[in-house]
């Protein structure tokens, strides 16, 4: 049998029990087509780059599969005619991964790390909005060109000189 790696879309108004649901629905699909699922990896709710069936956000899942392409197909089919499911992909491998996907990994990392905004900033010292640090208060004249006075209209145009 084939290996795949198969990520689905969610809506986001779906609750988390619910993706549940569609998980358990389409590994009952796969088994009955005599194939099975390994790991299940739930992303979470992510936001989407852009709107899909006006959804900003939506529930990534990862499911490693082990079955005939028929299994899939169906599957596949399956979740076109859902109106939850937004998006899918499959991908056919050579061997599952093993351990936790790249995504699982992030999220350690940024958990371990405290977050993104906790960015450990060397030896700078923490800085408030608007301040300049050791460059002084910014004036007028700090632009290349100085003080130029009052401008001209241009000769040729509209309220220019003629």
């Given amino acids: ?10 809506r986001q108004d779906l609750s988390q029990q619910q993706v549940d649901a569609l998980v358990e629905q389409y590994k009952g ?3 009955a087509n005599g194939g099975s699922v390994g790991r299940v990896e739930n992303w ?3 936001s989407l780059t ?5 959804n900003r956000k939506a529930y990534y899942t990862l499911m490693d599969l082990t079955c005939p392409p028929a299994a899939l197909n169906e599957m596949e089919r399956q979740m076109g005619l859902s109106e939850d499911v937004l998006r899918f992909l499959t991908i056919k491998v050579e061997a599952h991964e093993e351990g936790a996907s ?4 992030k999220r350690e ?3 371990e790390r405290g977050g993104f905004g906790d960015r450990d900033r060397g030896d700078r010292p923490a800085r408030s909005f608007g301040d300049r640090g050791d460059r002084g208060p910014r004036s ?3 632009r290349e060109g100085g003080d130029r006075g009052p401008r001209r ?4 145009f509209e309220g220019g000189a003629e």
Avoid: C, T, W
Avoid at 102 to 105: C, S, Y
């Fill in 1 to 10: 049998m084939a290996l795949y790696e198969h990520v689905f879309l969610a």
């Fill in 29 to 31: 699909v796969i088994a």
């Fill in 44 to 46: 979470g709710l992510k």
């Fill in 50 to 54: 852009y709107r899909v069936n006006k």
């Fill in 102 to 105: 790249a995504m699982m990994q």
């Fill in 109 to 111: 990392e940024r958990s």
């Fill in 140 to 142: 007028f004249g700090d």
């Fill in 153 to 156: 209209p241009r000769e040729g």
